[in-house]
């Protein structure tokens, strides 16, 4: 069972771009359209969040016979709590 936590930011946080500012492929940006809003609101994930979701997916699947099997994924749509509880929802139905 994959388990789903809302991490919040401890002293010193920087944000995944420090972490993954020397490999840029990494990162899958959520385009700003298919982020909700109070005036556009989106009742449904985005495609770009279903697309990370399968290549994560893939990734795991592909790991299963490998020693190390550790893997994580961070969603990080806005700043704006409403806006995680949103993704958080959708992520849930997903997984």
């Known amino acids: ?11 010193g946080y920087t944000g995944g ?3 993954f500012i020397q490999n840029p492929n990494l990162v899958c940006r959520i385009p700003t359209r ?8 989106i009742h449904q994930p ?3 969040l279903l ?3 399968k290549v994560y997916f893939l990734g795991v699947v592909a ?17 704006l709590t409403n806006s995680q509880n949103v993704f958080f929802n959708w992520i849930r139905n997903v997984i």
Do not use: H, W
């Open 1 to 11: 069972m994959i388990g789903l936590k809302f991490l919040t930011p401890g002293n």
């Open 17 to 19: 771009n420090s972490f």
């Open 34 to 41: 298919e982020i909700p809003t109070n005036q556009s609101p």
């Open 46 to 48: 985005p495609e770009s």
């Open 51 to 53: 697309l990370c979701f």
């Open 63 to 79: 790991d299963l016979n490998q020693e190390f099997r550790n893997r994580t994924m961070m969603v990080y749509p806005s700043r």
